[in-house]
């Protein structure tokens, strides 16, 4: 209890402090871009999203994990690895930059050049997070977080008063996050001498837990791809805005993982699976409570806050019922902690098809309102069958 109550309040708080810069951000973008243009930006990020799957996301969980049990001298070699395959992902955005060029469209175009610049590093540098988390130092990790956050929301901000050119702002997001970035990893390669012991398995371990991910990020960006290129942009912009409060509560309550994953990396299986359950049922009673009363309260903030978004108020109600899904972190972390491949492989592929066949099945029917109930429907499925796996490790 010691241990939550002092890392969770410096990662509430960095969420606290995130939260304020995405509403900021968000009042910018309603008040100041069109929804055609909010929604190809939006298009854009998700793909960039799938992209950056190429450096591979999860050596970063298998770094945190092995630093945690005193292993720390895979991070460089995890860095390296994720900038040479973070290449092949910068190869594909200009792959896309031809197509959109061949079919004249010159807004994407443009925008896809500007990801292949970025993408081998943006998320790399990220990698310094690792360190930070492995070794549980919580507050210096926020306290980073705030600083990037801070400023490449208050750089995108600055941009959307002075220009409305699509290809200005996504330069100046691209350039904030990978310079800030690097920032922060020079300075906690400086400030914190790694030791050299190595886990051979922390790399192998990174590939695998991406490979496990990549029809995971796939079902978690392909409603805005599929939004767009069936419902327009415009479209995407209302979903977006309806996703937005919900995702942010997310955010708070995934806090659970950050600090999961070191605790439960030194635990045993059978102390695990005696005490998880009860602790995602008393996590859940929590969540419910929160999540009525947002449903609640989700027409007057948006009336008064995003009065140009009232068509997102029914969506975002819908949606945020699957926080009470977000339970699903701590048997995820423990099956992360344990290096359950097996089950994480499982885990996985079966979920993520689920979910891909759900937005498929339902953008037909419903529209934009099946994607947001497929987004549910998958995510209560989710959480069952990762229940199921952790009582088999």
Known sequence: MVYLVKGGSWLTLGQMVSAICSFLLALAFANLLPKETYGIYKYVLSMASLLAISTLPGIDTAIIQAISRGYEGSLIKGLKTKICW??????????????????????????????????????????????????????IQVKYSILIRFFSVAALIIALFLTKNLFLILFIYFLSYTLFRFIFLITTLKKFSLNTKEDPRTISYGKHLTIMGIINTLANYLDKILIFHYLGAAQLAIYSFAVIPP???????????????????????????????????????????????????????????????????????????????????????????????????????????????????????????????????????????????????
């Open 86 to 139: 973070g290449i092949l992902g910068g190869l594909a955005s200009l792959g896309l930059a031809g197509y959109y060029y061949f079919n004249g469209n010159t807004t994407l175009t443009i925008s896809f050049l500007v990801i292949a610049a970025f993408l081998p590093l943006m998320d790399s540098f990220n990698i310094y997070r690792a360190v930070l988390s492995g070794r549980k130092l919580f507050n």
């Open 247 to 393: 995702e942010q509560l997310k955010s708070f309550l995934k806090n659970i993982r950050t600090l999961a994953l070191p605790k439960l990396s030194v635990r045993p299986k059978a102390e695990i699976k005696a005490t998880i359950f009860s602790k995602m049922f008393k996590f859940a009673l929590f969540i419910t409570v929160g999540t009525v009363i947002y449903i609640f309260l989700a027409p007057t903030f948006y009336r008064v806050l995003f009065p140009q978004y009232i068509e997102s108020i029914l969506y975002s109600q819908i949606l945020s019922i699957s926080l009470i899904a977000v339970v699903v972190a701590l048997p995820n972390v423990a099956l992360q902690a344990k290096i359950a491949k097996k089950q994480l492989y499982q885990l996985n592929i079966c979920t993520s098809f689920i979910r891909i066949g759900l937005l498929f099945l339902f953008i037909h029917i419903y529209g934009l309102l099946g994607i947001i109930l497929a987004r549910v429907i998958g995510r209560f499925i989710n959480l069952t069958i990762t229940c199921w796996l952790v009582k088999k490790i």
